[in-house]
């Protein structure tokens, strides 16, 4: 009924900056809060930043001051703009998004598939 599509991962030096898209399609009357999350090798997956319908964000102390998450709610697209980029942000990103089909249903969580994000010299 819903994909989440990612995209814009990459290979990029220490430094430098990326930004990635998720754009939700399919069966939506409205979405509450989008995230990113993400998972480095032999790690647990971990909440990068989260934003909500009315704009509100939060995010790892990891990525405070580096990482933007934005949304665009016409569109249904979260984005995650990601500067000053290091080794450790070296990862699987993921996006998720709380999602109800019908006025008035309950909110369902889907994910994407994932966009490898690789930060190395």
């Known amino acids: 009924q819903v994909q989440l599509v990612e995209s814009g991962g990459g290979l990029v030096q220490p430094g430098g900056s990326l930004r990635l898209s998720c754009a939700a399609s399919?069966?939506?009357?409205?979405?509450?809060?989008m995230g990113w999350y993400r998972r480095a090798p032999g790690k647990q997956r971990e909440l990068v930043a989260a934003?909500?319908?009315?704009?509100?964000?939060n995010s790892a102390d990891s990525v405070k001051g580096r990482f933007t998450i934005s949304r665009d709610n016409p569109k249904n697209t979260v984005y995650l703009q990601l500067n000053s980029l290091k080794p450790e942000d070296t990862a699987v990103y993921y996006c998720?998004?709380?999602?109800?089909?019908?006025?008035?249903?309950?909110?369902?969580?889907?994910w994407g598939q994932g966009t490898q994000v690789t930060v190395s010299s």
């Open positions: 399919g069966t939506i009357f409205s979405i509450n809060v």
């Open positions: 998720n998004a709380g999602i109800s089909h019908y006025s008035g249903s309950s909110y369902f969580t889907y």
């Open positions: 934003i909500n319908s009315g704009g509100n964000t």
